[in-house]
Antibody, heavy 125, light 108 residues
């Protein structure tokens, strides 16, 4: 069945980097994109960006440009989201979701929607 | 980019109808999508393209649009519908996606 399995929780110090993985199964990885969404404690959902699993093309939310890098490894059907220069307000649960392959952004998740279980990243000194 | 505005909370009694609005300049040019999120869980899409219901979503969930406002309606609310609901749309000016702030639905 469709499944996205994310890496485990991370605790980082301010200024450090974190790399979250998202391993796909149950579908043809290269036919879709991946969206990344985060949710700070007690807050709403925030779209971070999208990557094509076919050609690695990316589209980042303006807020994260220059600080976030999304990549994929088609040999292992795994997507990665790396964030640098972490701050305390980056503390959040980070989700990946299977997205359309289209480069025109319309929706975060394509149907049937499939999300990772979330990865808690805590940034604290 | 566009902002989507939702009421922070909506409360209804079981069996009643819950209506959650989402307003923004993205509409009606862009489609609306609605997600349900229960505590500790990932979101689940309950409405796509304004008013379509994904397979497996109960018929009591419906969506509508009028001008710059879209609405999620849950008819005959059940206790299991208690969750946070988020609208989502797109901003074609910078090819980005945006979520509303979320609405907490409480079933009294």
């Amino acid at each position: 069945q469709l499944q996205l399995v994310q890496s485990g929780a991370e605790v980082k110090k301010p200024g450090a980097s974190v790399k979250v993985s998202c391993k796909a199964s149950g579908y043809t990885f290269r036919r879709y994109g991946l969206s990344w969404v985060r949710q700070a404690p007690g807050q709403g959902l925030e779209w971070m960006g999208w990557i094509s699993a076919d050609n690695g093309k990316t589209n980042y939310a303006q807020k994260f440009q220059g600080r976030v890098t999304m990549t994929t490894d088609t040999s292992t059907s795994t997507a990665y989201m790396e964030m640098r220069s972490l701050r305390s307000d980056d503390t959040a649960v980070y989700y990946c979701a299977r997205a359309p392959i289209n480069t025109t952004m319309i929706v975060v998740a394509t149907l049937p929607d499939c999300w990772g279980q979330g990865t808690l990243v805590t940034v604290s000194s | 980019s566009y902002e989507l505005t939702q009421p922070p909370s909506v409360s209804v009694s079981p069996g009643q109808t819950a209506r959650i609005t989402c307003s923004g300049d993205a509409f009606p040019k862009q489609h609306a999508f609605w997600y349900q999120q229960k505590p500790g869980q990932a979101p689940v899409m309950v409405i796509f393209k304004d008013s379509e219901r994904p397979s497996g979503i109960p018929e009591r969930f419906s969506g509508s649009s009028s001008g710059t406002t879209v609405m999620l309606t849950i008819s005959g609310v059940q206790a299991e519908d208690e969750a946070d609901y988020y609208c989502q749309s797109a901003d074609s000016s910078d090819n980005s996606l945006v979520f509303g702030g979320g609405t907490k639905l409480t079933v009294l």
